[in-house]
């Protein structure tokens, strides 16, 4: 193997900024300095692992784990004047140094867990009610972060380097819109 393909083959994409657990639907999100993955189940301590978020019911793939952009809270700030703190956008993994939506189909690892990315994660009018930030939704459309599955558990710290490794055959696209997903709760 070449250096330019070794590089690809695993690239240190970014780390692991805050992460987050909501133990109730549309409760407050916790800060933790590390959370338990389990391969199809999410995050130990949070909602959806427990089969309790509000959208637990709802068809469609990609509630075990939630990450945002610490660049996208930043720019919603800077762009639209609308500040949400690392927590508000209801997203379990606040990342830096990487481009979530580029992971949609692809397996990427958090620490020694490893993820596949879903779909995008949309902001959505209940995640800016709970937020109590009015224009969240026109301020995070495209950067709202990335829904992701566990395949590999183990722990997930603060702190963590997220690598992300080359295409390979199993990494697949998936559209927008999955199964049971609804459009219309994107209020602009």
């Not at 495209?142 to 390979?168: F, Q």
């Amino acid at each position: 193997m070449g250096k330019g393909e070794r590089e690809e083959a695993a690239v240190d994409a970014g780390r692991v900024h805050g992460i987050f657990v909501g133990p109730v639907a549309e409760g407050p999100m916790t800060s933790v300095g590390a959370v338990r993955a389990v391969a199809g189940r999410g995050l130990e301590g949070d909602r959806y692992f427990q089969h309790a978020g509000s959208f637990s019911e709802t068809p469609g793939t990609g509630r075990e784990v939630t990450l945002i952009e610490s660049e996208a809270l930043e720019a919603a700030r800077r762009d639209h004047g609308v500040e949400l703190g690392p927590g508000a956008t209801r997203r379990n993994i606040v990342t830096s140094g990487v481009a979530l939506n580029d992971l949609v189909g692809r397996e990427f690892t958090v620490g020694e867990v490893r993820l596949r990315g879903v779909r995008l994660c949309e902001p959505c009018a209940h995640m800016a009610r709970l937020a109590g930030a009015e224009g969240a939704v026109r301020a995070l459309v495209h950067r709202g972060g990335l829904r992701a599955d566990v395949i590999r558990g183990g722990t997930i710290r603060t702190g963590d380097p997220i690598e992300v490794s080359a295409r390979s055959e199993t990494d697949q696209s998936v559209p927008d819109g999955a199964p049971g997903e609804s459009r219309s709760s994107l209020i602009l």
